[in-house]
């Protein structure tokens, strides 16, 4: 293992999923989201090829026993995928980051209903704290006084269940890592995303200019790199010492939605961003605790003489 190494494909990852999702927001205006989806997609799919082909891992990397895990987990995560891409048009990129933070406090409590996973006081707790700081995120586009006809409301309600949606995708992905390989699962993502965002066309796609068709091929370029580059990280680092480099994107966002967009962050979603980011590294830096816990318990263990 070599943790530093782990953090810099960590955070060269997130900083590559961050650029990523801004070329998707300065198309948002003109490109619809499914569309969006489709050219996020499809031009992942050589960069996840060659990067395969490089590890001569393109036969077995491709292979999977469970194709209908791989159908739902697509499935929904192309929904989340869609619901994020149509936020991105209505809202500022910090909200967008700063809500889709929902997501893996979701996952708690998902894992918990779908897998019977064990969740102690602590983290139940921490996800309370990390809704709470979602809700003051929402708060000024869902208060009684606010205009709920509104794009800003609209962008809410979508984001908050493109977070929904990505929590329930992770609880699939920990039921395909059981049999599937890592290259599989993000490579027939990638396949399942393009074939199910071309059903969006009847919804009325539009031909793109020469410069957001550009932008969306980078988009899609960019998220491939940005997807091995993190799978990369794991190889390298114990996914709870990697995981709070997570929250670097927040910085990211405030950056480019000030500088790129013109976006100045309200002071209630720095607020509730705060407490959501403190929540999630309270979980993460648990579960490192617990995990370290653990395994110091099983080297103190006699050896077993069966």
């Not at 989340?80 to 893996?104: N, Q, W």
């Not at 700081?133 to 908050?160: F, H, K, Y």
């Not at 932008?215 to 790199?225: C, D, E, F, N, Y």
């Not at 002071?267 to 979980?283: K, N, Q």
Request: positive net charge.
């Amino acid at each position: 293992m070599q943790p530093l190494r782990g953090i810099a494909f960590k955070i060269v990852s997130v900083c590559i999923f961050v650029a990523m999702v801004s070329l998707i927001k300065a198309t948002s205006e003109h490109v619809p989201p499914g569309q969006a989806v489709f050219f996020r997609s499809l031009f992942a799919i050589p960069v996840i090829l060659v990067w395969l082909a490089a590890r001569r891992e393109l036969g077995s990397g491709l292979k999977t026993d469970n194709p209908m895990g791989h159908l739902w987990r697509g499935l929904i995560g192309t929904t989340s995928m869609g619901l994020g891409f149509a936020g991105l048009g209505l809202l500022p990129l910090p909200e967008v980051t700063a809500i889709g933070y929902a997501a893996p406090l979701l996952v708690v409590v998902f894992a918990a209903m779908f897998l019977n996973e064990n969740v102690r006081l602590f983290r139940l707790s921490a996800v309370a704290l990390g809704m709470i700081g979602v809700m003051i995120v929402l708060s000024p586009r869902l208060s009684v006084g606010a205009d709920l006809n509104t794009a800003e409301t609209l962008g809410a309600v979508v984001v908050l269940g493109s977070a929904i949606f990505a929590a329930l995708a992770q609880v699939f992905v920990r039921k395909l890592v059981r049999t599937e390989g890592t290259a599989a699962i993000v490579f027939w993502f990638s396949v399942t995303a393009t074939c199910m965002s071309l059903l969006t066309i009847f919804w009325g796609w539009v031909w793109p200019s020469p410069r957001e068709a550009g932008l969306l091929i980078l988009a899609g370029v960019l998220g491939g790199i940005g997807q091995i580059l993190l799978t990369t990280s794991y190889r390298h680092a114990d996914a709870s010492l990697i995981a709070p480099f997570e929250y670097t994107s927040m910085l990211l966002a405030l950056g480019v939605g000030y500088l790129v967009f013109d976006e100045v962050p309200t002071l209630t979603m720095i607020i509730g961003a705060a407490i959501i980011i403190v929540a999630g590294v309270s979980i993460i830096l648990r579960e490192r605790h617990l995990g370290l816990e653990r395994a110091r318990q099983r080297k103190a263990m006699p050896p077993s003489n069966g």
